[in-house]
């Protein structure tokens, strides 16, 4: 299959390796990381540590037949990566968006202006951008997509590269049980500076609780109830985890968050539904405010993580 890596940075870089050895992928990202990458080799680091051979390029001219997109930039930088490459894109182009929060898949199909089939899913993999040509891969997880008829060969190919691809029979709830995860560990540990295992902390118990109410509150008007116990499942899940949040890497390299399609999403979809949501349109201002002013970010291991 020939596969596109839009995006290439820890998260695709780390899909791109995986996919390399059976299909034909070519990362596209930034001009440093795409000439360490064709002079050296992509190396990763931590766990499956090698290098590996595999085309890099900062654009792309042509896409072939029943080709497969993987859109893994920042939901913000989705548009400028997608617009251009729309007059190549074919009615057999798959567009998977394995991003975070809300309306992602929306922000695609629009740039592409209705061309390809445009299909969302999300990553529970951990990886960390070290620099160019160089990833740490952090955590083992795995793929889910949403059910279309081009889902099973599109898991076919990732479950055959060892990234164990699932096909969810309700993305919209499996989006908002990931959004709940992300709305408390992303801006949390950004703020605190530290690992995303610090989110266990209990001391944090109360914030996490409150944020988890308001994205509950919101996903009913969605038609969305949840029996889970998150701030157990959040301290379980992520309690020992050593990766690093992406919300923090981009903040400590000075790019634009996805706040505004997490816990901006929820403030915004509350407000039109009637719902307050304080905390989560507080946390959202604290990381744009963080966003603008980078010297505001605290110092690395302010709260060393904790298991639960």
């Known amino acids: 299959m020939e596969i596109i890596v839009l995006g290439a940075g820890a998260i695709g870089s780390l899909y791109g390796a995986k996919l390399a050895s059976s299909n034909d992928v070519t990362l596209v990202g930034r001009a440093d990381h795409v000439a360490a990458v064709n002079e050296h080799g992509l190396r990763i680091e931590g766990i499956e540590p090698q290098i590996v051979r595999i085309r890099a390029a900062t654009a792309i001219d042509q896409i ?9 930039t920042k939901v913000p930088d989705s548009s400028a990566a997608l617009s251009p490459m729309a007059p190549l894109v074919h009615d057999d182009t798959t567009i998977l968006c394995l991003q975070n929060g809300l309306g992602s898949e929306e922000i695609a199909r629009a740039a592409l202006g209705g061309r390809g089939t445009v299909l969302r899913g999300f990553t529970q993999l951990g990886a960390i951008f070290t620099g160019p040509g160089v990833i740490h891969y952090m955590a083992p997880g795995y793929t889910l997509i949403e059910q279309h008829p081009r889902s099973e060969a599109v898991a076919s190919a990732l479950n055959a590269a060892g990234l164990d691809c699932r096909i969810s029979p309700d993305i919209a709830r499996d989006i908002w049980y990931k959004l709940v995860l992300n709305c408390v560990v992303n801006p949390i540990t950004a703020i605190l500076g530290c690992e995303v295992g610090g989110i266990a902390n209990p001391g944090l118990d109360r914030l996490k609780q409150l944020v988890i109410d308001e994205c509950l509150a919101v996903a009913a008007t969605q038609g969305l109830t949840f029996v889970v116990n998150f701030l157990r499942e959040i301290a379980e899940i ?58 505001s970010l605290l110092p690395e291991k302010v709260l060393e993580a904790k298991p639960a």
Do not use: W
């Not at 072939?64 to 893994?72: C, E």
């Not at 997490?262 to 407000?271: I, Q, R, S, T, Y």
């Open 64 to 72: 072939g037949a029943n080709a497969l997109i993987l859109l893994t």
């Open 238 to 295: 992520f309690g020992s985890s050593r990766n690093i949040a992406s919300m923090l890497q981009d903040l400590r390299r000075g790019h634009a968050t996805e706040i505004d399609y997490m816990n901006g999403a929820v403030a915004a979809l509350g407000a039109r539904h009637g719902v307050p949501c304080p905390v989560n349109a507080a946390l959202t201002s604290i990381i744009k405010e963080m966003e603008a002013k980078p010297g």
